[in-house]
């Protein structure tokens, strides 16, 4: 089984100034990491994913997040963030190995960008 | 670029009536799923289904739950019997074959139970 604790249900930050969405996850097995975005009254969207190779992973909109094994966590970040980044943030896992594939998510992260 | 579509966006039912949540998965993928979100709370995983059967499901994924792709486009998510714990927001998602791509996901049917 899996599990995924994002530690700051709500992240106010003001514009240009850089933020990092906390992400930890705890899981029996390998899994896949997941950063997905919710747009008000729209589904989710994949920021970026972290499957194997480098740690760093760039996402779409600026965002990176850094897979670090050892501290089971996978942060997010951006060094300059614009207000049009004000969503709900979600960090996932799934596991590697079986079809299904299905997606254990956090609790979720409100960022609010101030101008 | 292609998407994941859902009917309707908005689903106001008595409770104890049927209700049928529509989507149409991406077309060239072959795993599809649903999760839901009560207010307030994380996304679960609720089913997933592959090769026209149920691959996965959750704890929350009992009796009044089925799911079913009845065409070649359309996945659906039936509830038998709705009560008041089903107002949620659901979400289909679908993934190719291949295991390391990523689920694509609708942008959801809120379900309000009267």
């Known amino acids: 089984a899996q599990s995924v604790t994002q530690l700051d249900s709500q992240v106010p930050v003001f514009e240009e100034a850089p933020v990092e969405l906390r992400c930890n996850y705890s899981s029996s097995v390998s899994v896949y990491l997941f950063w997905y975005v919710q747009y008000p009254n729209q589904g989710l969207q994949l920021l970026l994913k972290?499957?194997?190779?480098?740690?760093l992973v760039k996402g779409i909109n600026g965002f990176e997040a850094e897979f670090n094994k050892s501290q089971t966590s996978f942060h997010l970040r951006k060094p300059s963030v614009h207000i049009s980044d004000t969503a709900e943030y979600f960090c996932?896992?799934?596991?590697?190995?079986?079809?299904?594939?299905?997606?254990?998510f956090g609790s979720g992260t409100q960022l609010t960008v101030l101008p | 670029e292609p998407e994941v579509t859902q009917t309707p966006s908005h689903q106001v039912t008595q409770m104890g009536q049927e209700v049928i949540l529509r989507c149409v998965p991406i077309?060239?993928?072959?795993?599809f799923y649903w999760y839901r979100q009560i207010l307030g709370q994380k996304v679960e995983f609720l089913v997933s289904f592959y090769n026209n059967e149920i691959s996965e499901k959750s704890e929350i994924f009992d009796d009044q739950f089925s799911v079913e792709r009845p065409d070649g486009s359309n996945f659906t998510l039936k509830i038998r019997s709705t009560k008041l714990e089903d107002s949620a927001m659901y979400f289909c998602a679908s993934r190719m074959g291949l295991s390391n791509q990523p689920q694509h996901f609708g942008d959801g049917t809120r379900l309000s139970i009267l």
């Open positions: 077309s060239n993928h072959l795993y």
């Open positions: 972290y499957l194997s190779g480098s740690t």
């Open positions: 996932a896992v799934s596991p590697i190995s079986g079809s299904a594939r299905q997606l254990t």
